[in-house]
């Protein structure tokens, strides 16, 4: 039994401490947010966050999540009012949308760490999210806005 902390709910989970955390929180929690892209760390679209840092949860394996806090999209904020979720919304950023919570977990990292980014910065950080849309300047748009209402009171 490995036990793991998913959005603040405690989950005993009977599984292969090698299997994926993706397919621990998809199929045996039952939170669909999180994608499966690529299967090999590639994509981002399955980017949660392991006690702070953002990671690839195909990837991941769930041995390394026992006694730790993830978090994924469902768990980035209460109500989807994270300024990121705002700025998204707003900027129409996702077209097909099924990187997109791999992308706002990847930009939440980022804003925490950096709160005022560069394009740069940006660029950098969000790399290794792949969006076969090509969304990119929005998601640079988006996260640019979030910053800013970031810098203007609400709370990341």
């Not at 993706?22 to 999180?34: F, K, N, P, S, V």
């Not at 994270?82 to 129409?92: D, G, I, M, R, T």
Request: charged residues 15%; aromatic residues 4%; proline residues 4%.
């Amino acid at each position: 039994m490995i036990n793991i902390t998913v959005n603040g709910q405690r989950h005993d989970i009977d599984a292969d401490p090698n299997m994926p955390l993706l397919w621990a929180i998809r199929d045996i929690i039952g939170l669909t947010g999180t994608k499966f892209g690529c299967g090999a760390a590639q994509c981002g679209a399955c980017t949660v966050h392991l006690n702070g840092e953002a990671v690839r949860s195909c990837v991941t394996k769930l041995s390394r999540a026992a006694g730790q806090q993830v978090v994924t999209i469902e768990g980035l904020s209460l109500h989807n009012n994270h300024p990121l979720q705002k700025a998204w919304n707003e900027l129409n950023v996702p077209q097909c949308g099924y990187c997109q919570s791999g992308q706002l977990m990847s930009a939440a990292v980022l804003l925490r760490e950096n709160p005022n980014p560069t394009d740069q910065d940006i660029d950098d950080a969000m790399s290794g999210n792949i969006c076969r849309c090509g969304t990119y300047q929005r998601v640079r748009a988006a996260i640019h806005k979030a910053a800013a209402m970031q810098m203007e009171g609400a709370k990341i």
